[in-house]
């Protein structure tokens, strides 16, 4: 158990539906990072919140929000969802704002099938 | 645009016997770099990491090689054992700048008792 819990581990949906993953940090960790990984390919950075507040986004989708709550845990929510967003999502979690000193923590992922 | 790529997708190797995954990246600004593990039904765990400042990194059986000039990384495994068996995944990151990681497509390792 690596600390960072994430729920649900998979999740099948309509397309043209709304989902939302959560995911709970590790305790103390005030970052929390979210990743797609699609079929094949190599972890696609989504989006980042340090201590409540948007720190960095990468290629994410408009259809695609996220928010991390006063008690640090984060939501990922997809909605109008497409058979391409069939993926696996993670979230990792470090201390600081830059945990990449110490290779942040990583969930065991959500995997989400569009149908 | 692919900044990380690692262009093998599969090695396979005889246990006792040197794993060598490669790596290279196009963006000169980064200047970290870390390697990650996945078993299957598991998130990434971080293995071992490398700053730009140095060429070379140790931590018991794994090394990590930083070529600069190439824009090359490598991740030595020795001797490999069957519980390496996994997904490599190299990524990068700008030390100055947020904490996004930069990965590339992975590489899975065999290694065959």
């Known amino acids: 158990d690596s600390g960072v819990t994430q729920t649900p581990k998979h999740l099948i949906t309509a397309t043209g539906q709304r989902v939302t993953l959560r995911c709970s940090p590790r305790?103390?960790?005030?970052?929390v990072y979210w990743y797609q990984q699609s079929l094949d390919q190599g972890l696609q950075f989504l989006i980042q919140?340090?201590?409540?507040?948007?720190?960095a986004k990468g290629n994410i989708l408009e259809r695609f929000s996220a928010q991390q709550f006063p008690d640090l845990h984060s939501e990922l929510n997809l909605s109008s969802l497409e058979l391409g967003d069939s993926a696996l999502y993670f979230c990792?979690?470090?201390?600081?704002?830059?945990?990449?000193?110490?290779?942040?923590?990583f969930g065991s992922g959500t995997r989400l099938t569009v149908v | 645009d692919q900044q990380v790529k690692q262009n093998s997708p599969s090695l396979s190797v005889q246990e006792g016997r040197i794993s060598i995954l490669n790596c290279d990246y196009t963006?000169?600004?980064?200047?970290?770099f870390l390697w990650y593990k996945k078993y299957p039904a598991e998130g990434p765990t971080f293995l071992i990491s490398?700053?730009?400042?140095?060429d070379k990194n140790e931590d018991g059986r794994f090394t990590v090689f930083l070529n600069k000039s190439a824009k090359h990384l490598s991740l030595h495994i020795v001797p490999s054992q069957p519980g390496d068996s996994a997904v490599y995944f190299c990524?990068?990151?700008?030390?100055?700048?947020?904490?996004?990681?930069?990965f590339g497509q992975g590489t899975t390792l065999q290694v065959k008792p």
């Open positions: 990792a979690s470090s201390l600081g704002r830059q945990g990449f000193y110490y290779g942040y923590t």
């Open positions: 305790s103390g960790d005030l970052s």
């Open positions: 919140y340090y201590n409540g507040e948007e720190r």
């Open positions: 963006n000169s600004m980064f200047d970290y």
């Open positions: 490398i700053s730009s400042i140095k």
């Open positions: 990524a990068a990151t700008i030390s100055s700048n947020t904490g996004k990681l930069i």
